[in-house]
């Protein structure tokens, strides 16, 4: 059994490519029920986003030849012709496949290093592939451990810690600046992306006195109805900067549209609590006297993106804690995707050894003398089970390592089958564990 990842994301592909072989939710069903009914894998996941589209699957086949077919099934399920994308693509095996898919949760692959949403997407193309019904005992194992992985590293480092956009930062140093901003209302000036995304930010912070300041009342009027407020007239806008505590500024206009006298005369009416000003504004449009006035706290574009790019080379500093992690979580999650994966082996070995055992036993019984039934059993019991146990020690041993260390080239499982005729044992095992009746009626193992 090999575990397999194609993808495409940010790095390796441009949107117009991203976009066409992306999965919407109509799709999924459908593309996940085809990739395992094609018998090139049997078990599948596929994680899409704006930013990323991935097949996370486990084959029955080696992947040299599993990859391929999968890179073949994204073209073909979108219709494109040849596999002329296939440039893009990045296509992993085994422990590189699940190192990727721990870093991806992680969020140590992402556009935004250290950035969480990326861990909820991972988890909803698991849930969708659980209801579809394409994960099994590789996959259910490979995710369990992905999801502790990311909760580990969020944990243990603070990669996720320090903001890295300009809108949280700003809303970072506005917490700063005042103890609490649920009791303090925001004038928005400006109603463009930065300031919508600023809005967000302090919705999620409990603000929910907002005043709405734009050229175009339409515009201010819509982001009214999303966060809720007051639209104020922009000719108004000096007159209204008293009532103010926080005011966000990003406009198109070429010239100062808060000078720094208005913001006297504010800083006055108000007695001289503070305001906090936020110019997001290219070219600036809060004129810069205003930070020199007491009570008065101004922060530009520049001044916000010099503490993203503080925050950024901490990030940076707090990957390489998370990469170590990765690389011992990948070889633990290993370790014990070995013990499960010859398990019914060991099972079915010690089943065939003690059956010979009993029958040697049984064989020259007659040697054997009178014994009372008492020590007849303890003889089954104790002394066959003992030797059983200590002949299957090494040969245990034996079937991890060569586990381990044969995984990309001979099948030491299969050669224990063969060499002890273990195969429908092992079928029975399997049987008995997954409660199936019927292995004929079961093609696909979850």
């Known amino acids: 059994m090999s575990i397999i990842l194609v993808g495409l994301n940010h790095k390796t592909a441009p949107v117009e490519v991203r976009e066409r072989l992306a999965f919407n939710e109509t799709m999924l069903s459908a593309a996940l029920r085809m990739l395992v ?6 078990e599948a996941m596929i994680v899409s986003t704006c930013n ?4 996370v699957a486990a084959s029955p086949t080696e992947s040299n030849i599993s990859l391929p077919q999968v890179c073949r099934f994204l073209h073909e399920f979108h219709h494109l012709p040849g596999l002329i994308y296939n440039n893009n693509l990045y296509t992993h095996a085994d422990r590189l496949a699940v190192r990727h898919l721990f870093r991806v949760a992680a969020s140590l692959d992402s556009m935004v290093l250290g950035e969480s949403q990326v861990l909820g997407q991972v988890k909803t193309a698991y849930s969708k592939a659980q209801e579809v019904g394409t994960v099994g005992r590789v996959l259910n194992q490979l995710l369990t451990r992905t999801f502790t992985v990311a909760k580990r590293i969020r944990t243990e480092t603070e990669i996720g810690n320090a903001a890295t956009s300009v809108s949280s930062v700003a809303i970072e140093l506005t917490k700063k600046i005042f103890d609490r901003l649920d009791n303090k209302r925001v004038l928005l000036v400006g109603a463009g992306e930065m300031t919508e995304l600023a809005a ?12 709405i300041c734009n050229r175009t009342p339409e515009r201010a009027t819509e982001l009214c109805e999303k966060f809720g407020g007051e639209v104020i007239e922009f000719s108004q806008l000096k007159f209204q900067l008293p009532r103010a505590d926080i005011v966000i500024c990003s406009t198109g206009a070429s010239e100062y549209i808060i000078s720094q006298a208005d913001c006297k005369r504010a800083l006055e009416i108000r007695r001289y609590r503070p305001i906090f000003f936020i110019d997001l504004s290219v070219p600036r449009n809060i004129d810069p006297g ?16 010099n503490v993203v790019s503080e925050n950024l080379r901490q990030r940076q500093k707090e990957a390489a804690k998370a990469e170590s992690i990765v690389e011992t979580e990948v070889e633990a999650f290993f370790e014990k995707l070995d013990i499960i994966e010859i398990g019914p082996t060991v099972a079915a070995l010690k089943e065939h050894l003690t059956e010979i055992a009993l029958s040697e036993f049984e064989r020259n019984r007659p040697k054997l003398g009178n014994l009372t039934p008492q020590q007849e059993e303890a003889i089954k019991q104790h002394l066959l089970g003992s030797l059983v146990n200590k002949f299957m020690h090494p040969l245990i041993t034996t079937l991890k390592e060569g586990t381990r260390s044969n995984r990309e080239s001979c099948n ?18 399997e ?13 696909t193992d979850y």
């Open 52 to 55: 990323r589209v991935e097949i």
């Open 37 to 42: 009914d094609s018998g090139s894998v049997s």
């Open 431 to 443: 049987d008995r564990r997954l409660g199936v009746k019927d292995r004929r009626n079961n093609s």
């Open 200 to 211: 967000r930010y302090l919705v999620n912070e409990g603000v929910s006195q907002f005043l």
């Open 412 to 429: 030491i499982v299969e050669l224990y089958h063969e060499a002890y005729n273990l195969k429908s044992r092992v079928e029975g095992f």
């Open 290 to 305: 205003v930070g020199q006035l007491e009570s008065s706290f101004l922060f530009d574009i520049d001044d916000l993106e």
